[in-house]
């Protein structure tokens, strides 16, 4: 069974650092892009880059660009997101998904972690 | 544009059948997935590649587009089908995924 399961909530203050983690399980990990995906309060959803931990290939939105480090770790297969100096403004859930292609090259998630919610004082 | 533009909320009767829009310029190009989103839960694909079902996910949801518009009928709305449902798509530039605002859907 595919698992997406994400580490628990964190409450930090404004301009401390933060790595919160996303542990696949259940299929071939190093081989599927993961995505980061931000749904602040109330709001929809917003994707904020994307890696491929086989060779930490990774892309950002480039809202996110410089504000967030994403990488991986094959050999615990587990992705991770990373904030030098959280602002309030990081108060949101985060999800990471596992993203696939079709057959005509668009994408798709198949399957999503529960969230973590991280709230910045 | 990388933005997908849907209606805030729609109202279906029990058993009755609704449609939800999805608009933007990369569903021209790159096929519409919906996810199906309940308050304080992780987001749920009910559709992905235009019109394709998860294992798990009733036949009474489907997926249409053509051009820049996509959308996702319910037939037969259900109490549980009441949830917020997000489109979403690779961008145009190629990159990214793009979601839309979300859609409130209430089964009276």
């Known amino acids: 069974e595919v698992q997406l399961v994400q580490s628990g909530a964190e409450v930090k203050k404004s301009g401390e650092s933060l790595r919160i983690s996303c542990k696949g399980s259940?299929?071939?990990?190093?081989?599927?892009?993961i995505a980061w995906v931000r749904q602040m309060p109330g709001k929809s959803l917003e994707w904020m880059g994307t890696i491929f931990p086989g060779d930490s290939d990774t892309r950002y939105n480039p809202s996110f660009q410089g504000q967030v480090t994403i990488s991986a770790d094959k050999s615990s297969s587990t992705v991770f997101l990373q904030w030098s100096s959280l602002r309030a403004s990081d108060t949101a859930v985060y999800f990471c998904a596992r993203r696939r292609n079709t057959a005509t090259n668009s994408y798709y998630v198949d399957y999503w972690g529960q969230g973590t919610l991280v709230t910045v004082s | 544009s990388s933005e997908l533009t849907q209606d805030p909320a729609v109202s279906v009767a029990l058993g009755q059948t609704v449609t939800i829009t999805c608009r933007g310029d990369s569903l021209a190009r790159y096929s519409a997935n919906w996810c199906q989103q309940k308050l304080g839960q992780a987001p749920v694909p009910v559709i992905f590649?235009?019109?394709n079902r998860p294992s798990g996910i009733p036949d009474r949801f489907s997926g249409s587009g053509s051009g820049a518009t996509a959308s996702l009928t319910v037939t037969g709305a259900q109490a549980e089908d009441e949830a917020v449902y997000y489109c979403y798509s690779r961008d145009s530039s190629g990159n990214h995924l793009v979601f839309g605002g979300g859609t409130k859907l209430t089964v009276l």
């Open positions: 259940g299929y071939d990990f190093p081989n599927y892009w």
């Open positions: 590649g235009k019109n």
